[in-house]
C-alpha cells in the first residue's frame, strides 16, 4: 500500500500584510481525486489561500505542497502540475482565442498541442471564432477561455477562484464537464454558489479571518514531506 | 587675497545648523513615536481583552 | 553547488552574530559620545589647529567637512546595499528599515556635501557648481537614492513588494558606482579645467591630521545617525503593524 | 529556453495586433525630435555635436515610456500572473520580455534615425552608428523591463519611472553621447567609450535577469 501523497496539503502556512495576518498558520490536506470547496466571507484569505499554493503569492512562513512538490523548494515543478482561474481573465484581448492557447501551449510545452487545442476550443464552443480577437468576445467567453486555459496541460491539480463567474448554465456546465466532475483531478474552489456545493464537491474547507474552521479529515497515510 | 571668512562662516553654519535641526527633528519623531506605539499597544490590549471576553473565534496577535 | 552555498551563507551569518551584535548592541551606550568626542575635535582641528592655506584663505578649512562628508556618503549608501542585501534573502522587515535609514542619510551627507562644495567652490573659483568629477558623481548619487526613496515611499512601511523593489534599487545604484566614476571621469577630462578638489599631493602634517579627525569624526555621526533613523523607520513599521491589527479588532 | 522564445514571439504578436504601444513611442520620438530642432535652430546651425544629445534623449524618454505601457498592459490583464503561473523562472519571462521590447525600439530608433538623415541631411546610418545604437538600446532596455513592474496607482507611474531610470543610466547616456559623437566624426577623443556601452550593456542585462524575480514577486 503505497503511502497516499495529499494532492494539495499546508503546513502552518502565514501571509502577513504588515500587522495583519491575512492567512495565519493554516494547514489541511486533501486526497488525489478529491473536489474540495473553498468557503468563507469576503476578506477571510481565500484568494490570498488559492495564491499562496499557486506560488503567485509569496508565504511568509509555513509551507506547502502540491503533488509532492513543496512551494519553497521546487515552485516550478509544483507548477507543472496546477491550473489556475483567478478574478482576471488572464488571456490576451489582442489574440485570437487559437492564438492565447498556442502561446501558452507552447509556455508548458504541452505535447500535441494542435489536436488538444482543437479539442478544447471546440468543447468550449469557441472553434468556430477561434480566429477574431478575444476583445470582441463576451464575458462568459473569456471565462471559457480561461478554463480552456487552465485544463490546457492536463495538470493533476486545479486552483479555481470563483470560476462560475460569467457563465451561463451551458458555461456552468462546461466547468463541471473539464473540471468539477472529472474523476483525475483534484479541485480546490472558491465559491460564493453555496447551494451548487454540495452537488459537486465531497468536503468543505472553510476559512474565517484567515484560519481553518472546518477542513476535510486529513489524509490518513502518512503525509511525506 | 581677503579671507573668504564670510564664506567660512556660512559653509560651517550651514552645516552644523542643518546637522543639529536633523537630530533635533530625529529625536523629537523617535520619542513622538515611541509615545504613540505605547498608546497603541495598549488599545491593542484593552480591544483583544474584550475580544476574548466577547467571542472565542480563534484570533493570531500580531508579531 | 549548493551546499558550498550554504556554507558562505552560514559563515555569513556567523560573522554577523558574533562580530556585528555585540556592537549593534552597545550602539545607544557607544555612539553618542563618541560622535560628541570626535565633532568637538574636528571643530577645533577645523577652525585653530590647521594652519592657513596661503592661497585660498581661510575658506579652505571648509575642506574638513567637505571631504569628509562626500567620502562618507558613501559608506551610508552602502549600508543602505548590503541591508538591502539581507533584506532580499531573509525578507526580514527590519533591514529594510535600516537600508531605509541609511539612504536618507545618505542623502543628507551628499546634500551636504554639495552644499559645502558650492560655498567652497565660489570664493576660491568663482564657480557654485563647476561639474567637477566627483562632485558630478556625488550627485548622481544623490539623485539615484532619491529614487530609491521615491520607490520605497510608493507602498506603505510594512508594504513587502515595495521594499523589494526598492531594495533591488538600492543595490543596483551601489553597483553603478563604479560605472558612474569611469563614464563622469573620462567625460569631464574631455574639457580640459582646473582639478578643484584632487586633495593636493603635500598636504602638510596637521592639515592630515585634522582631515583624519573629520572623517572619523563624520563616520561616528553617520553610524549614529544611521541607527537613529533606522530605529525611526523600525518603529513606524511596528506602529502601522499594530494600527492596522487595531484596524482588524475595531471592524470584526 | 523555448519558453522565453514562446514569450518573445508572443509579444511580437502582441505589438504586431496591437500597434498603440510602440506607435506611441515612435511619435513621441518624433515630436521631441522637432521640438529639439526648433528650440536649438538645429536647421542651422551645425548639428553635429548638438545631435548625438538630442538623438540620446530622445530614444531614453520614448524607450522607458514605451517599456513601461508594455508591462502596465500585462498586468492589468492579469496575463502577466498567467505567464508567472507556467513552470518556467521568472528570469526566462524576463528575456523574453527584454528581447520584444529591445526589437520594438530598435525598429522606432531605426526610423527616427532616418528621419533624421533627411531632416538634417547628415548620413546617419552608418554601420558603426547602428552597432552603438544598438549596444546603448540593449543597456537602457534591460534596466527599463526590470524597473517597469513597479507597481503603482494611477499616474504617478508614468513620471515616477523616469525619474528612477534616468539617473542609473547616466554612465550610458554619456559614453552613448560620446560613442554616437565619434561615429559621426567628432574629434577622436582617447576614452574607450563603446567598451563601456558593452560593459554597461552586459551588466543590466546580468542584473536584470537576476533580479526581475525579486521584482516580480507578490
Same mark, same amino acid.
Given at each position: 500500500?503505497?503511502?497516499?501523497?495529499?494532492?494539495?496539503?499546508? =503546513?502552518?502556512?502565514?501571509?502577513?500584510?504588515?500587522?495583519?495576518?491575512?492567512?495565519?498558520?493554516?494547514?489541511?490536506?486533501?486526497?488525489?481525486?478529491?473536489?474540495?470547496?473553498?468557503?468563507? !466571507?469576503?476578506?477571510?484569505?481565500?484568494?490570498?489561500?488559492? $495564491?499562496?499554493?499557486?506560488?503567485?503569492?509569496?508565504?511568509?512562513?509555513?509551507?506547502?505542497?502540491?503533488?509532492?512538490?513543496?512551494?519553497?523548494?521546487?515552485?516550478?515543478?509544483?507548477?507543472?502540475?496546477?491550473?489556475?482561474?483567478?478574478?482576471?481573465?488572464?488571456?490576451?484581448?489582442?489574440?485570437?482565442?487559437?492564438?492565447?492557447?498556442?502561446?501558452?501551449?507552447?509556455?508548458?510545452?504541452?505535447?500535441?498541442?494542435?489536436?488538444?487545442?482543437?479539442? @478544447?476550443?471546440? /468543447?468550449?464552443?469557441?472553434?468556430?471564432?477561434?480566429?477574431?480577437?478575444?476583445?470582441?468576445?463576451?464575458?462568459?467567453?473569456? +471565462?471559457?477561455?480561461?478554463?480552456?486555459?487552465?485544463?490546457? !496541460?492536463?495538470?493533476?491539480?486545479?486552483?479555481?477562484?470563483?470560476?462560475?463567474?460569467?457563465?451561463?448554465?451551458? $458555461?456552468?456546465?462546461?466547468?463541471? +464537464?473539464?473540471?468539477?466532475?472529472?474523476?483525475?483531478?483534484?479541485?480546490?474552489?472558491?465559491?460564493?454558489?453555496?447551494?451548487?456545493?454540495?452537488?459537486?464537491?465531497?468536503?468543505?474547507?472553510?476559512?474565517?479571518?484567515?484560519?481553518?474552521?472546518?477542513?476535510?479529515?486529513?489524509?490518513?497515510?502518512?503525509?511525506?514531506? | 587675497?581677503?579671507?573668504?571668512?564670510?564664506?567660512? =562662516?556660512? #559653509?560651517?553654519?550651514?552645516?552644523?545648523?542643518?546637522?543639529?535641526?536633523?537630530?533635533?527633528?530625529? +529625536?523629537?519623531?523617535?520619542?513622538?513615536?515611541? +509615545?504613540?506605539?505605547?498608546?497603541?499597544?495598549?488599545?491593542?490590549?484593552?480591544?483583544?481583552?474584550?475580544?476574548?471576553?466577547?467571542?472565542?473565534?480563534?484570533?493570531?496577535?500580531?508579531? | 553547488?549548493?551546499?558550498?552555498?550554504?556554507?558562505?551563507?552560514?559563515?555569513?551569518?556567523?560573522?554577523?552574530?558574533?562580530?556585528?551584535?555585540?556592537?549593534?548592541?552597545?550602539?545607544?551606550?557607544?555612539?553618542?559620545? &563618541?560622535?560628541?568626542?570626535?565633532?568637538?575635535?574636528?571643530?577645533?582641528?577645523?577652525?585653530?589647529?590647521?594652519?592657513?592655506?596661503?592661497?585660498?584663505?581661510?575658506?579652505?578649512?571648509?575642506?574638513?567637512?567637505?571631504?569628509?562628508?562626500?567620502?562618507?556618503?558613501?559608506?551610508? =549608501?552602502?549600508?543602505?546595499?548590503?541591508?538591502?542585501?539581507?533584506?532580499?534573502?531573509?525578507?526580514?522587515?527590519?533591514?529594510?528599515?535600516?537600508?531605509?535609514?541609511?539612504?536618507?542619510?545618505?542623502?543628507?551627507?551628499? /546634500? %551636504?556635501?554639495?552644499?559645502?562644495?558650492?560655498?567652497?567652490?565660489?570664493?576660491?573659483?568663482?564657480?557654485?557648481?563647476?561639474?567637477?568629477?566627483?562632485?558630478?558623481?556625488?550627485?548622481?548619487?544623490?539623485?539615484?537614492?532619491?529614487?530609491?526613496?521615491?520607490?520605497?515611499?510608493?507602498?506603505?512601511?510594512?508594504?513587502?513588494?515595495?521594499?523589494?523593489?526598492?531594495?533591488?534599487?538600492?543595490?543596483?545604484?551601489?553597483?553603478?558606482?563604479?560605472?558612474? !566614476?569611469?563614464?563622469?571621469?573620462?567625460?569631464?577630462?574631455? !574639457?580640459?579645467?582646473?582639478?578643484?578638489?584632487?586633495?593636493?599631493?603635500?598636504?602638510?602634517?596637521?592639515?592630515?591630521?585634522?582631515?583624519?579627525?573629520?572623517?572619523? #569624526?563624520?563616520?561616528?555621526?553617520?553610524?549614529?545617525?544611521?541607527?537613529?533613523?533606522?530605529?525611526?523607520?523600525?518603529?513606524?513599521?511596528?506602529?502601522?503593524?499594530?494600527?492596522?491589527?487595531?484596524?482588524?479588532?475595531?471592524?470584526? | 529556453?523555448?519558453?522565453?522564445?514562446?514569450? %518573445?514571439?508572443?509579444?511580437?504578436?502582441?505589438?504586431?495586433?496591437?500597434?498603440?504601444?510602440?506607435?506611441?513611442?515612435?511619435?513621441?520620438?518624433?515630436?521631441?525630435?522637432?521640438?529639439?530642432?526648433?528650440? =536649438?535652430? @538645429?536647421?542651422?546651425?551645425?548639428?553635429?555635436?548638438?545631435?548625438?544629445?538630442?538623438?540620446?534623449?530622445?530614444?531614453?524618454?520614448?524607450?522607458?515610456?514605451?517599456?513601461?505601457?508594455?508591462?502596465?498592459?500585462?498586468?492589468?490583464?492579469?496575463?502577466?500572473?498567467?505567464? @508567472?503561473?507556467?513552470?518556467?523562472?521568472?528570469?526566462?519571462?524576463?528575456?523574453?520580455?527584454?528581447?520584444?521590447?529591445?526589437?520594438?525600439? &530598435?525598429?522606432?530608433?531605426?526610423?527616427?534615425?532616418?528621419?533624421?538623415?533627411?531632416?538634417?541631411?547628415?548620413?546617419?546610418?552608418?554601420?558603426?552608428?547602428?552597432?552603438?545604437?544598438?549596444?546603448?538600446?540593449?543597456?537602457?532596455?534591460?534596466?527599463?523591463?526590470?524597473?517597469?513592474?513597479?507597481?503603482?496607482?494611477?499616474?504617478?507611474?508614468?513620471?515616477?519611472?523616469?525619474?528612477?531610470?534616468?539617473?542609473?543610466?547616466?554612465?550610458?547616456?554619456?559614453?552613448?553621447?560620446?560613442?554616437?559623437?565619434?561615429?559621426?566624426?567628432?574629434?577622436?577623443?582617447?576614452?574607450?567609450?563603446?567598451?563601456?556601452?558593452?560593459?554597461? /550593456?552586459?551588466?543590466?542585462?546580468?542584473?536584470?535577469?537576476?533580479?526581475?524575480?525579486?521584482?516580480?514577486?507578490?
Amino acid at each position: 500500500m503505497t503511502t497516499a501523497v495529499p494532492a494539495i496539503a499546508a =503546513f502552518d502556512l502565514t501571509k502577513r500584510y504588515g500587522g495583519i495576518a491575512v492567512v495565519s498558520n493554516i494547514s489541511f490536506s486533501l486526497r488525489a481525486g478529491s473536489k474540495i470547496a473553498l468557503l468563507g !466571507h469576503n476578506g477571510a484569505g481565500k484568494s490570498t489561500l488559492l $495564491g499562496l499554493l499557486s506560488t503567485l503569492i509569496t508565504r511568509t512562513s509555513g509551507d506547502a505542497s502540491i503533488a509532492g512538490h513543496a512551494i519553497s523548494t521546487n515552485p516550478i515543478e509544483l507548477r507543472r502540475n496546477i491550473g489556475v482561474l483567478a478574478h482576471l481573465p488572464m488571456v490576451y484581448e489582442e489574440l485570437s482565442p487559437l492564438e492565447n492557447l498556442e502561446f501558452f501551449a507552447r509556455l508548458y510545452e504541452v505535447p500535441e498541442a494542435a489536436t488538444r487545442i482543437e479539442e @478544447l476550443l471546440r /468543447a468550449v464552443g469557441l472553434w468556430r471564432r477561434r480566429r477574431e480577437p478575444t476583445s470582441i468576445l463576451s464575458r462568459g467567453y473569456h +471565462q471559457r477561455l480561461a478554463l480552456a486555459r487552465a485544463v490546457l !496541460h492536463r495538470p493533476a491539480v486545479l486552483l479555481l477562484d470563483e470560476p462560475e463567474t460569467g457563465l451561463d448554465p451551458a $458555461g456552468i456546465a462546461l466547468l463541471d +464537464q473539464l473540471a468539477l466532475d472529472n474523476p483525475a483531478v483534484t479541485v480546490l474552489a472558491a465559491t460564493h454558489l453555496v447551494d451548487r456545493v454540495d452537488r459537486w464537491a465531497d468536503g468543505v474547507l472553510r476559512l474565517d479571518r484567515g484560519c481553518v474552521v472546518e477542513a476535510p479529515d486529513p489524509v490518513t497515510a502518512e503525509v511525506s514531506s | 587675497m581677503d579671507n573668504n571668512l564670510e564664506f567660512l =562662516f556660512a #559653509g560651517f553654519a550651514v552645516f552644523w545648523a542643518g546637522l543639529f535641526v536633523y537630530l533635533v527633528m530625529l +529625536q523629537m519623531r523617535l520619542r513622538e513615536l515611541q +509615545q504613540e506605539i505605547e498608546t497603541l499597544e495598549e488599545r491593542l490590549a484593552e480591544s483583544e481583552q474584550t475580544e476574548q471576553s466577547g467571542n472565542s473565534t480563534p484570533n493570531s496577535s500580531s508579531s | 553547488m549548493s551546499a558550498l552555498w550554504q556554507v558562505l551563507v552560514a559563515i555569513f551569518w556567523w560573522v554577523i552574530h558574533t562580530l556585528l551584535e555585540p556592537i549593534w548592541n552597545a550602539r545607544w551606550v557607544a555612539l553618542p559620545p &563618541l560622535t560628541g568626542v570626535m565633532m568637538m575635535a574636528m571643530i577645533v582641528g577645523a577652525v585653530l589647529v590647521a594652519p592657513r592655506e596661503i592661497v585660498e584663505g581661510e575658506v579652505q578649512r571648509l575642506m574638513y567637512i567637505h571631504v569628509p562628508v562626500a567620502t562618507i556618503s558613501y559608506l551610508a =549608501f552602502f549600508v543602505t546595499a548590503v541591508a538591502s542585501a539581507i533584506f532580499l534573502i531573509g525578507r526580514d522587515m527590519r533591514w529594510d528599515a535600516i537600508a531605509r535609514g541609511a539612504a536618507t542619510v545618505g542623502i543628507m551627507l551628499t /546634500a %551636504f556635501a554639495l552644499l559645502t562644495g558650492a560655498i567652497w567652490g565660489k570664493p576660491t573659483w568663482g564657480v557654485y557648481w563647476s561639474w567637477d568629477a566627483r562632485l558630478t558623481a556625488t550627485l548622481v548619487l544623490f539623485l539615484i537614492y532619491s529614487g530609491y526613496l521615491l520607490a520605497r515611499a510608493v507602498g506603505g512601511p510594512n508594504d513587502e513588494q515595495a521594499a523589494r523593489y526598492a531594495a533591488v534599487v538600492g543595490i543596483i545604484g551601489y553597483i553603478d558606482i563604479p560605472l558612474i !566614476h569611469f563614464s563622469v571621469d573620462w567625460w569631464r577630462t574631455l !574639457h580640459p579645467q582646473r582639478i578643484i578638489f584632487a586633495p593636493k599631493p603635500a598636504l602638510p602634517g596637521e592639515m592630515l591630521l585634522v582631515l583624519l579627525l573629520g572623517f572619523l #569624526g563624520i563616520l561616528f555621526l553617520t553610524l549614529w545617525l544611521i541607527t537613529l533613523r533606522g530605529t525611526t523607520e523600525y518603529l513606524v513599521q511596528r506602529a502601522d503593524r499594530v494600527r492596522a491589527r487595531l484596524d482588524q479588532l475595531e471592524r470584526a | 529556453m523555448s519558453s522565453a522564445l514562446a514569450v %518573445f514571439r508572443k509579444d511580437l504578436q502582441l505589438a504586431w495586433r496591437d500597434r498603440s504601444g510602440w506607435l506611441s513611442a515612435l511619435a513621441f520620438a518624433t515630436i521631441s525630435v522637432l521640438v529639439y530642432s526648433f528650440a =536649438f535652430d @538645429l536647421a542651422t546651425a551645425d548639428i553635429r555635436p548638438l545631435l548625438p544629445g538630442v538623438l540620446w534623449t530622445t530614444f531614453l524618454f520614448s524607450g522607458i515610456f514605451a517599456t513601461s505601457q508594455s508591462f502596465q498592459r500585462e498586468s492589468e490583464t492579469g496575463t502577466f500572473d498567467a505567464m @508567472l503561473v507556467a513552470p518556467v523562472s521568472p528570469s526566462t519571462i524576463y528575456v523574453g520580455k527584454l528581447i520584444s521590447n529591445l526589437i520594438s525600439l &530598435l525598429i522606432v530608433e531605426l526610423a527616427l534615425l532616418v528621419l533624421t538623415t533627411i531632416l538634417f541631411d547628415t548620413p546617419l546610418l552608418t554601420g558603426e552608428l547602428v552597432l552603438v545604437v544598438f549596444v546603448g538600446t540593449v543597456g537602457y532596455v534591460s534596466l527599463a523591463t526590470l524597473l517597469s513592474t513597479l507597481g503603482s496607482r494611477g499616474s504617478a507611474r508614468a513620471v515616477l519611472l523616469p525619474v528612477l531610470a534616468l539617473p542609473l543610466l547616466v554612465p550610458l547616456l554619456i559614453a552613448s553621447v560620446r560613442a554616437t559623437g565619434a561615429a559621426l566624426g567628432a574629434p577622436i577623443d582617447s576614452a574607450p567609450w563603446l567598451l563601456l556601452l558593452v560593459i554597461f /550593456a552586459l551588466w543590466s542585462t546580468i542584473g536584470g535577469a537576476l533580479l526581475f524575480p525579486v521584482v516580480s514577486e507578490r
